[in-house]
């Protein structure tokens, strides 16, 4: 399964990430997750959430994920991308492609990615909240 | 014959540097000390910690190991809150 696991300090440019894509003629689905960040943050207005991480355990963990579904699905390939550092409302904070034969292992291989990203990947959020006048 | 201590790096994440207001600092442990052990011990030397003890997350060096992992010299252990990725 190839894979590519990236962080990054800047904004995800999706069109220029769907441009790279390769996809092998025996793939059927390209499934993808876009992570948004929302404007309301434990009941109030945030402007952005400054993103913090244990850099080299996230590329491990997210490693260790990888290896499983591997095992559990025929992917062909999966490729992430998480910002670090300050994103903006309604900007990009994740970005998920799973390529695969069919829909089905594309759409599960995606959720349980998201799944158990949220339960070990060491990275956390700092939420800017909107300045009350 | 009298065994040398181990030098284990602490790490904090998130606010648990808050916490403890520093984001790493050495302990020297006995040989054969676990991770469970060792979590005592940084909740003793930072008390604001003990409130965490439920909901603090605990790698050695970059995995989740079990809290009867003995420690070896040279690892890492990190400290951090419930993981918030995406």
């Known amino acids: 399964m190839k894979r590519s696991i990236k962080l990054t300090i800047h904004p995800i440019v999706e069109s220029s990430l769907i441009a790279e894509r390769k996809v092998s003629r025996e793939m059927g689905a390209v499934n993808y997750f ?17 993103y913090e991480a244990f850099e080299k355990m996230v ?15 025929p992917i062909e390939s999966i490729r992430l991308v998480h910002r670090i550092g ?3 409302v309604n900007e990009s904070s994740l970005w998920v492609e799973v ?35 | ?11 904090f994440f998130s606010y648990f540097k ?19 052990q060792a979590l005592s011990i940084i909740r003793q030397q930072y008390p604001k910690m003990e409130r965490m003890e439920r909901s603090t997350l605990a790698a050695v060096d970059l995995e989740y190991v079990a809290n009867d ?9 990190s400290l951090f809150p419930p993981v918030q990725g995406g």
């Open chain 1, 99 to 133: 390529v695969s034969p069919h829909r089905n292992e594309a759409f599960e291989a995606c959720q349980w990615l998201i799944d158990e990203m949220k339960k070990k990947v060491p990275i956390w959020k700092h939420p800017i909240f909107t300045q009350v006048d």
């Open chain 2, 18 to 36: 808050d916490l403890t207001e520093c984001e790493s600092t050495v302990l020297q442990l006995p040989q054969g000390t676990n991770l469970d």
């Open chain 1, 86 to 88: 300050k994103v903006n």
């Open chain 1, 59 to 73: 590329l491990h963990q997210f490693d260790l994920i990888l290896n499983e579904i591997e095992e559990r699905w």
């Open chain 1, 34 to 50: 876009s992570g948004i960040v929302r404007e309301g943050e434990e009941g109030k207005k945030i402007k952005a959430i400054n």
């Open chain 2, 69 to 77: 992992h003995v420690l070896k010299a040279g690892e890492e252990i």
């Open chain 2, 1 to 11: 014959m009298e065994q040398t201590p181990i030098d284990i790096k602490v790490n």
